[in-house]
T-cell receptor
């Protein structure tokens, strides 16, 4: 089946620094990738949708200047959390979609971010 | 009312019991996902359903499109099945998430 990887799986960074999370589709080309965030004891929430080669579409309430999303190739999307704050500590998950798979989304394992 | 509702929210059972987790949705969907999240956060996709029934090992997922309802069953449950199980409806290219069911299997 289709595999999506995320790197890193966990990261600790200091407040004010930036951290980049990568999402890769390993054996298929993902025209669309989705980024989700999950706070403790809450459901996953969609942050943004990114289509290869175009600007990401952000959900209401998500700061696009703080959460920079790049989807430069059909197999890689990156989420950069800029000027991280402790309240950005969360679990970030990406999923990838390919038209050939007919609406299926394949999920990455997630990245746990802790900002100290 | 949430567009995707799961029940129960919490479930504790003894090892060996047959487990059922339910998911109802109110939107039109192209597919429904069942996912498993272990403590520590890692998510594993269990099933993607658009009709009928799928089976993988001790896990069985069913969906009734007319009734807008899906169930996840675990046979011969084991403590390692303890996790949060989440259903998510794929509707118009987006996923609408259920709140999850926290399952604890006691030895």
């Amino acid at each position: 089946g289709a595999v999506v990887s995320q790197h890193p799986s966990w990261v600790i960074c200091k407040s004010g620094t930036s951290v980049k999370i990568e999402c890769r589709s390993l054996d298929f080309q993902a025209t669309t990738m989705f980024w989700y965030r999950q706070f403790p004891k809450q459901s996953l929430m969609l942050m943004a949708t990114s289509n290869e080669g175009s600007k990401a579409t952000y959900e209401q309430g998500v700061e696009k200047d703080k959460f920079l999303i790049n989807h430069a190739s059909l197999t890689l999307s990156t989420l950069t959390v800029t000027s991280a704050h402790p309240e950005d500590s969360s679990f970030y998950i990406c999923s990838a979609h390919s038209p050939g798979l007919h609406y299926e989304q394949y999920f990455g394992p997630g990245t746990r971010l802790t900002v100290t | 009312k949430n567009e995707v509702e799961q029940s129960p929210q919490n479930l504790t059972a003894q090892e060996g019991e047959f487990i059922t987790i339910n998911c109802s949705y109110s939107v039109g969907i192209s597919a429904l996902h069942w996912l498993q999240q272990h403590p520590g956060g890692g998510i594993v996709s269990l099933f993607m359903l658009s009709s009928g029934k799928k089976k993988h090992g001790r896990l069985i997922a069913t969906i009734n499109i007319q009734e807008k309802h899906s169930s996840l069953h675990i046979t011969a449950s084991h403590p390692r099945d303890s996790a949060v199980y989440i259903c998510a409806a794929n509707s118009n290219y987006q996923l609408i998430w259920g709140a999850g069911t926290k399952l604890i299997i006691k030895p």
